[in-house]
């Protein structure tokens, strides 16, 4: 059974730091891009950022960038999202993704993760 389960989220003052693991199981993803969205009550899942699969390249939303790391370690078959500088509007569940295409849409990803909650109080 593919799975991602994603781990790390919890609660931070604004300004404080979390780092999200998110762990694949049931087969090798060191050939997919993987990507991390958000997603909070009432609103569409939001692309936070993504990697190819070698980790050469990667993307970020504006509103995470220069704040936020994504980095995969294709050995452990896992895939992380340093969050630095946190403010509470990136309150939500993020959720992790694995796909062929290295893309900025959540459609382009076949495999998700459960999520895990991150707030951020002021």
């Known amino acids: 059974q593919v799975q991602l389960v994603e781990s790390g989220g919890g609660l931070v003052q604004a300004g404080g730091s979390l780092r999200l693991s998110c762990a694949a199981s049931?087969?090798?993803?060191?050939?997919?891009?993987m990507g991390w969205f958000r997603q909070t009550p009432g609103k569409e899942r939001e692309f936070v950022a993504c990697?190819?699969?070698?980790?050469?390249?990667?993307n970020y939303a504006d509103s995470v960038m220069g704040r936020f790391t994504i980095s995969r370690d294709n050995a452990k078959n896992t895939m992380y999202l340093q969050m630095n500088s946190l403010k509470p509007e990136d309150t939500a569940v993020y959720y992790c993704a694995a796909g062929r295409y290295y893309s900025v849409y959540s459609r382009n990803y076949n495999y998700w993760g459960q999520g895990t909650q991150v707030t951020v109080s002021s």
């Open positions: 049931g087969r090798t993803f060191s050939s997919d891009a």
């Open positions: 990697i190819n699969w070698s980790g050469g390249s990667t």
